[in-house]
């Protein structure tokens, strides 16, 4: 009788571990847009959840700001060594191919 509920014990533990990963493995799954849907509802739980979900767009806003002025700096500099728009100044290329990207969507 004793190792009977020892094993189920060890069984029991294993289902709890089992049902952890699963839960895991959803939100993992579900890739970048869980930041969509967890995020929201943490902010709900803040004292001013209005302030904080402001800060939290205003972020994202930033980091692809960001982004976007890092692919158009290493498009200008390739440009510029490799293509033969050496004679026109990096801020002028710069400017030019930032249009032509806004242009285009």
């Known amino acids: 009788l004793r190792h009977k509920c020892s094993h189920t014990l060890r069984d029991h ?3 709890m571990v089992e049902k952890k990963r699963s839960k895991e493995d959803m939100f993992v799954s579900r890739g970048a847009s869980v930041i969509f849907s967890v995020f929201p509802n943490i902010f709900s739980h803040f ?3 209005n302030f904080w979900s402001i800060l939290f767009f205003m972020a994202l806003v930033l980091i ?3 982004s976007m002025y890092c ?3 290493a498009i200008t500099l ?3 060594e490799v293509g033969g728009f050496r004679y026109i100044p990096y801020s002028t290329l710069s400017l ?3 249009l032509a990207c806004v242009l285009t969507g």
């Open 47 to 49: 004292v001013a959840p």
């Open 13 to 15: 533990r294993h289902i």
């Open 71 to 73: 692919q158009i700096n």
């Open 64 to 66: 692809s700001i960001d």
């Open 78 to 80: 390739s440009l510029m």
């Open 96 to 98: 030019i191919i930032t």
